[in-house]
């Protein structure tokens, strides 16, 4: 998840209709159509039982266009409305999903996927292996591509790169052979390609649909085509969604609920007063909030591999400086940040997050320890000689979103930075729309922000850093970028892991391009009449399609 940029958010579920906003109201008329056209209701079904639950999330909706989409918000609403040739199952296993079936050469460079009979759009038009094709190419041009995801396609696919660059009319290595079989060769062994696979980007798209509806696709539910185990049939950026359960679906006898319903809640202490007076059936806790409700047996945690993070923009005034950037990311005790937030989060001790895979059956983080620890008084000398090198004291502006968690942390790095430095902070919280541009346009100092891992495997975060985008602080090293390079051709396991374990030292440690915080964790209470509701700790988080009402 991008953020993906991937934007700090948590998501609470929640029975209530009740949903706010523009003209929102959360509510769909019984046998009404939906977006696909058609009535939501096959013939002679009776309307729904009522088997609803809400999800609730701290930021507004801001795109649904596949191509633009990558927040954490947008990726759990696609996960499921829409489905790749694969699906994560509970326990995080890719499994066959539109693909019934795939044959994997023996080089480990090619993958035929054979489509299952019978699937379909939301408007009754099969699912092909064209509207893969026609969605992955979208994905990688420049013109089309506005997510920053267009890498996760053309780093693997051969031909790929050359297609994004323009220097190629078509990608070599995805091939249509029919209307249910699609081959496509990477460049090199993936061994977690079925796991990309099973990632929004490489979901597929209605071409015809997508170019009848322009540039109003994605704007509206209706505007929309779905092939997951739901629809969409309300859409408001600012007050939420509202997704129905699909009927074209191939799996549908397995969905077990009738709605999902979502609501942006940006305070956590709103959403906690909802649950008591029994208007909600899941909500995320805030650190204040954790002690009082631990012993409660409807208290719950999960995790996430996800890292909270401050981005510093290299070439801005005073933080363009390494010996400030170094002084910040020492001034600070990320396991003070722990017990604070008190959520099951972790303080960070490098990016890379705590479980995720290394090589030799270690995690990453195992094999590497730490990459930075908190150091007052070395923090003090860097900073001394980053103001002797600037020839003045650094005026620093924080950006952090709007919602609960991270103006506490902003909140805690200015109480930190004035303690151990004497550096005056100024915060400035908005909401994700307007941070990101900020940071897009490179119009920023620092920033809290997060990345939640797309695939389990530490590549996922480090060839962040070698689009050289202001979003990723103008970091440019040609020693970064090559190893990065070099760890995606090389097949041997122990020498990629340790590629990747000195590109880490290099970003967090030597070049200081970011500060880790925290690792992402969730405390929550929830009713004991929800079960199966699946959090993905990487790609795509929230999956409804296992989740029922008791």
Known sequence: MKKWAFCFVSLLLIFSVMLSGCNFTGETPQGAESPSGQSSLKDGEQPSSGKAITLSVETEITDLNQFSASDNVAFAILNNVNEGLYRLDPKNVPQPAM????????????????????????NGSPVTAADFKFAWLGSMKPETSLSGYAFILTDYIEGGAEYAE???????GIVVKDDKTLAVKLKNPTPFFLRLVSFIPYYPLNEKFVKEKGKDFALKSENMLYNGPFVLTQFDPAGGAVLEKNPNYWDNGSVKLDKVNIKVVKEMNTALNLY???????????SADVSANKTSPEF??????????????LKADDVSNPNIRKALQLAYDSKVLEQLLNNGSKGAVGLIPDLMNGAGGKSFRDMQGKVIAPDAAKAKELWAQGMKELGHTPKIKLLVLDDT???DVGTFLQSEFKKNLGAEIEIESMPKKARNKLMDDSSYQMAV?????DYDDAMTYLDLWVNHTPYRGNYNNPKYDRLIAEAKKEADEAKR??????????????????????????AF???????GLVYHPYGASWDFKFAAKK
């Open 166 to 172: 323009g220097k190629a009319a078509d990608v070599s």
């Open 300 to 313: 719950g945690s999960d995790i996430e591999f996800a890292t909270t993070y401050l981005q510093f923009n």
């Open 525 to 531: 209470l929830q009713k004991k009449n929800i079960e």
């Open 449 to 453: 922000t997060a990345w939640g891992a």
């Open 405 to 407: 968690v991270n103006k």
């Open 99 to 122: 693909a019934k079936e795939v044959d994997i050469s023996k080089d480990g460079l090619t993958y035929t996927f054979t489509l299952r009979d019978g699937v379909k759009w939301s």
């Open 276 to 286: 008591k007076v029994g208007e909600l059936d899941r909500v995320n806790l805030s």
């Open 497 to 522: 892991a340790e590629m990747l374990l000195q590109a880490e030292k290099i970003l967090v440690g030597e070049d200081a391009v970011v500060a880790p915080l925290f690792y992402k964790g969730h």
